[in-house]
């Protein structure tokens, strides 16, 4: 007992010394003790191997975090997530750590960087976007748990392969755009924030239109644009983070051989998720944001649950968000899907870890399957890799040996700047540049020229949007509103099967924590349902209004004109009948409208 006081009262020294004092000493040799536990890592598995890949990123915790007493309670074991969660008993006095396991397709730690994640999540996957392929990566997690920053590296990464392999192939051609979903609203962000539609045609395909696309000729080109796209992006400040993401951005790179799509890659950064708790400071408007962002990450689960389980139906209307993801869940090309979860390891925000973590664990069915596959990377028979993390469990890291531990690519302990933002940045840099004003300039020269747009020879439609092309007999048909009676009733149909997809996992689940968490999700759904109703009969009330005060102006311009011809100078003849036939007609139509 007097050893154990005195090495604590040594660690507290330790760690007032190193501006970390205050750190719960006792939470912390705990959590220590917890991670001993824990088993060495595997070799991780290609993205190649599976058409929905998994995959969890731990940060390092930020000095400024262990200043305020944060403890690094995340252990991140390939392909294993342990979170070592400090709690007290109810007596208030007994502390005790309670470890929740999680397994996934790739988990990397602290000291594996943004390079190591790219190698094993999208690299392999760069040759499928040329030979009819579709490559969708997200990013999701807690607002601060570095999605931002994770999917900005990645597509630095993406962009140079994709124009190393074009290097090889003939006449390849790259079409840019950019868009965020910002409160069940699409704008997009190469064009002034512009109010973008979306729309259905008649094959059930989703069209954005208004949507921008820029054409770029290098790698160069493709980041000066995406630069600009990110410094214009909606970030307000939460209680949990001063320049939280309260928007979904999507970023479109589409590959074109001779005129003709061959395939593409989507990058999305969802929005920060932010508990309860983190929210009740926070004023009515980014508390309807937090709702929005949940309603749109429970349809994405859905979706991607449904994907998985090779559903005939995929619920894509249940969202703005996965409508314009439509093709990433049910085209006919080869699909490729990267979840990314990005975790904060203190913890204060341990249940909030949690929460993302079986978020990630349900969006599919059978994780790590492919550890048994001999053509695995890595692989090693089953009886191997319980004799080694038996083995490695029984000893300290200090005493395992290079030889008892699974060979591993070796990976450079990362520094904070070079990975990671560091605490104390408020404004949102991209890959390193925290001159927000400076990426705000819009692409000069030659880069992102827009593309030149086929005439339509047909008159738009009522609601103002643009015929489409039927790509297989060249005839234009045009798309409707998402708010129009017949995808109004699809999208009841997919809201009836979230619900009904719920309610048998919370049937199957029974009273375990999985399906008190899909009977919360089914009561928010519900929510959203009628909150979602409210927000689009408001919409179609505002466009409405719109429509009038235009065919009013019309009205009124064309009141002033009669009133001129009967009037005017020298006019001693002219048709009074006429006049009062148009005058009654003017008149009617003013009473309908108003």
């Not at 924030?193 to 290098?218: H, M, P, T, Y």
Request: charged share 25%; net charge neutral.
């Amino acid at each position: 007992m007097k050893e154990e006081k005195l090495l604590k009262a040594e660690r507290k020294a330790a760690n007032e010394l190193a501006g970390k004092g205050n750190i719960d000493v006792d939470f912390e040799v705990m959590v220590e003790q917890q991670k001993q536990k824990v088993g060495a890592a595997l070799n991780h598995i290609s993205a190649t191997q599976m058409n929905i890949c998994i995959c969890v990123r731990k940060r390092p915790l930020f000095e400024k975090e262990y200043q305020q007493g944060e403890i690094d309670s995340v252990s991140s074991s390939n392909p294993k997530v342990v979170v070592h969660e400090p709690k007290v008993k109810v007596d208030g006095i007994t502390k005790y750590v309670q470890d929740t396991n999680f397994k996934f397709d790739n988990t990397f730690n602290e000291n594996e960087n943004s390079q190591d994640l790219y190698q094993f999540s999208i690299r392999d996957l760069v040759p499928t976007i040329f030979d009819s392929g579709i490559v969708t990566c997200f990013a999701y997690g807690q607002t601060g748990s570095g999605k931002t920053f994770t999917v900005n590296a990645i597509t630095k990464y993406a962009i140079n392969d994709i124009f190393k392999v074009a290097a090889s192939r003939k006449a390849i051609e790259f079409s840019l755009s950019m868009f965020e979903i910002y409160g069940g609203k699409c704008m997009d962000l190469l064009n002034n924030k512009n109010k973008l539609q979306i729309l259905e045609d008649k094959n059930n395909k989703i069209q954005v239109f208004g949507l921008e696309e820029r054409q770029a000729c290098s790698a160069a080109e493709v980041h000066q644009i995406i630069d600009y796209g990110h410094s214009i992006r909606t970030t307000h400040q939460t209680a949990a983070n001063d320049t939280s993401s309260r928007s979904h951005a999507i970023c479109q790179i589409q590959v074109k051989a001779n005129g003709r799509s061959q395939g593409k890659l989507l990058l999305v950064d969802l929005a920060g998720s932010e508990r309860a708790a983190d929210c009740q400071s926070n004023n009515r408007q980014r508390r309807l944001e937090g709702a929005e962002i949940n309603k749109s990450l429970l349809a994405l689960k859905e979706c991607i649950r449904a994907l998985d389980s090779k559903s005939n139906h995929i619920p894509f209307r249940a969202s703005k968000l996965t409508m314009v993801l439509r093709d990433s869940f049910m085209s006919s090309q080869a699909s490729k899907i990267v979840m990314i979860a990005c975790i904060n390891p203190g913890t204060s925000s341990s249940d909030h870890t949690i929460n993302t973590l079986r978020y990630a664990e349900r969006l599919k069915g059978d994780i790590n399957q492919l550890y048994s596959n001999p053509a695995a990377v890595g692989y090693l028979p089953q009886h191997q890799q319980n004799n080694i993390v038996q083995d490695h469990s029984m000893l300290n890291d200090e005493q395992m040996n290079d030889q008892q531990r699974i060979p591993k690519p070796q990976v450079a302990p990362q520094h904070p700047s070079e990975n990671q933002p560091k605490p104390e940045e408020k404004k949102r840099g991209v890959w390193g540049n925290n001159n927000k004003a400076a990426a705000a300039q819009p692409p000069q020269g030659n880069a992102g020229a827009k593309l030149n747009k086929p005439v339509y020879q047909k008159k738009p439609s009522s609601n103002g949007s643009a015929p489409t092309q039927n790509s297989d007999n060249g005839d234009y048909s045009f798309p409707q509103s998402v708010n129009s009676p017949d995808n109004r009733k699809k999208k009841q149909e997919d809201w009836n099967y979230l619900k009904q997809t719920l309610r048998s996992n919370n049937l199957m689940n029974g009273e375990n924590q999985g399906g008190d968490q899909d009977q919360l999700d089914q009561n928010l759904l519900t929510f959203h349902e009628k909150a979602d109703e409210l927000v689009e009969e408001g919409d179609e009330l505002r466009s409405k209004h719109l429509e009038y005060l235009k065919e009013a102006a019309k009205l009124l311009t064309e009141e002033g004109e009669l009133i001129s011809n009967v009037q005017g100078f020298g006019n001693e003849e002219y048709d009074m009948d006429e006049y009062v036939l148009r005058m009654e007609k003017i008149i009617k139509r003013n009473l309908e409208i108003y």
